[in-house]
């Protein structure tokens, strides 16, 4: 019997076509150890299951306890009689198979549901999206019923992280200019894992975020090296790799390639690359292909001047949605730098707002000064916190704070527009370390933080907590070590 397609399947697929592969075929042995933080994933989506079904008002059927061909046989009876809602039941059908955290009876079928320990739609504020990772999970389960003959419609819904009910309907087009639905995504989905299957699919890896976190991470990265990808030069994704792969297959290529033949006035022959950008992606192979390449400026750069630097880090837990730390490394002319942590002492808002008045408080008192940080992480994460605290400060001052003329993103206003570097990436782990800076944590992340500061609320171990500190003080150092780095470049 073939691997049925499942759930998980197709959120992975979602995730990283090559994922699935790698789990069906992949050699076990190389396979990375599973990272604390996606336990802490995985933990904290079982207990938020269990503690929203706890708190269900409502009668349910619990198939919980059952497994396997017991449990979805239980679940086929269950519907047969109509039960009102079935907790973790089991259904398939043809080469599908689906464990949906609910189904709801709605007149004479039933809509599946999950239970997500995470926002039920993505995206900014004024745009917010249903996600597709979950909505062809969704889809699944709603494809089985119907071959059941029990559906109620291409509908489903995900009760979230903050209790919410979100529905998906799966036939509402995705954006204002496409007619593409969750169930055209969840199609082209299932005929992709079924050729995954049956091996009539060849995916290939890339280099991307979801990377981190992935078990074979490291056997994909090898291959990657090995093969000469071109999903190693910075900003070629996986898209823009496949629409450029058969005129040219590798780093290598790319660098020594003529660009004019694959120009035709203000386009290239790749769907999506304009001719500014494959010339930026060829002067990053060139870097990468050269063993004396080092990092330079495409054009001059000049920062606020000011006796005081600051360089600022949060750190912020996207279970609880709680900023639990917000550093800042000092630097003032003639002075040893200094460190200044606002830490949340406890996992409650009255000290998520202490730690943010206190910081904020500190900023203000600290002018004249410079602000430097990375990327939008830090001004997305104080803008949510201002709403959440009215009475810390107003919107109008926490939009001053981030100005240009005194505050610097150097990720998005520095790195990404005026410089180049011989890296794979630009995120400020790879750079720093480039730069010579080593971490004192052997395994650096936000993601290790978010799953220390678990564990500190566990056991209130103080030295788990000085970890924390040390590594968003290393954050910010880091952050120190490249801006020095970027003013001793010299423009090309």
Not at 103 to 123: F, H, M, N, Q, T
Not at 296 to 310: C, D, S
Request: hydrophobic share 35%.
């Amino acid at each position: 019997m073939s691997k049925a397609i499942t759930a998980s399947m197709l959120y992975n697929l979602v995730e990283c076509p090559h994922r699935p592969t790698m789990d069906l075929y992949g050699n076990p042995a190389e396979r990375d150890k599973v990272s604390p933080f996606v336990q802490l994933l995985w933990e904290r989506g079982v207990l938020h299951e269990r503690e929203t079904m706890s708190q269900l008002a409502i009668p349910f059927l619990d198939l919980s306890s059952y497994e396997g061909a017991e449990k979805e046989r239980r679940t086929t009876e269950a519907i047969a009689r109509g039960e009102r809602l079935i907790y973790s039941g089991s259904i398939r059908a043809d080469d599908l198979l689906g464990v949906p955290d609910l189904l709801r009876r709605k007149g004479e079928g039933y809509l599946p549901g999950d239970i997500k320990s995470g926002a039920g739609l993505e995206g900014s504020e004024d745009d917010k999206k249903p996600k597709d990772r979950y909505g062809v999970q969704l889809a699944l389960y709603v494809d089985i019923l119907e071959r059941k003959g029990c559906s109620a419609g291409r509908r489903g819904f995900i009760w979230d992280v903050h209790g919410e009910e979100v529905s998906y309907d799966l036939l509402t087009p995705l954006g204002e200019r496409t007619t593409r639905t969750l169930w055209d995504t969840y199609q082209d989905c299932l005929r992709l894992a079924r050729g995954i299957i049956t091996r009539a699919e060849v995916t290939i890896p890339a280099y991307a975020a979801p990377c981190k976190l992935c078990h074979w991470r490291s056997a994909c990265l090898h291959r990657l090296q090995r093969e000469d990808d071109l999903t190693l030069i910075p900003e070629l994704a996986r898209s823009r790799r496949d629409a450029m792969t058969a005129r040219i297959a590798t780093v290598r290529q790319l660098a020594s390639a003529d660009l004019p033949q694959f120009i035709q006035g203000k386009r290239t022959i790749f769907p999506r690359i304009g001719p500014d950008t494959l010339e930026k992606f060829q002067r990053r192979a060139r870097l990468l292909g050269d063993p004396n390449g080092s990092p330079y400026l495409r054009e001059p750069v000049t920062f606020p001047m000011a006796e005081r630097e600051i360089f600022f880090d949060v750190e912020f837990d996207p279970f609880s949605e709680m900023c639990y730390l917000h550093g800042f490394l000092e630097q003032r002319q003639g002075q040893p730098e200094r460190y200044l942590p606002f830490f949340a002492e406890a996992p409650t808002t009255a000290a998520e707002e202490a730690a943010f008045k206190a910081a904020w408080a500190y900023l203000q008192a600290s002018r004249p000064r410079v602000i430097y940080y990375y990327s939008k992480y830090e001004r997305t994460i104080w803008r949510q916190l201002r709403e959440r605290y009215p009475g810390v400060c107003t919107e109008t001052e926490i939009e001053g704070l981030f100005d240009p003329a005194e505050a610097v993103d150097l990720y998005f206003d520095v790195v990404l527009p005026r410089t180049e570097w011989p890296a794979h990436d630009f995120s400020i782990k790879t750079l720093a370390t480039y730069l010579g800076f080593t971490w004192r944590d052997p395994e650096p992340s936000g993601a290790a933080s978010i799953e220390w500061y678990h564990r500190w609320i566990e056991t209130g171990d103080p030295a788990v907590r000085q970890r924390i500190l040390e590594y968003n003080e290393d954050d910010c150092r880091a952050t120190r070590v490249l801006l020095d780095g970027i003013r001793q470049l010299q423009v090309r």
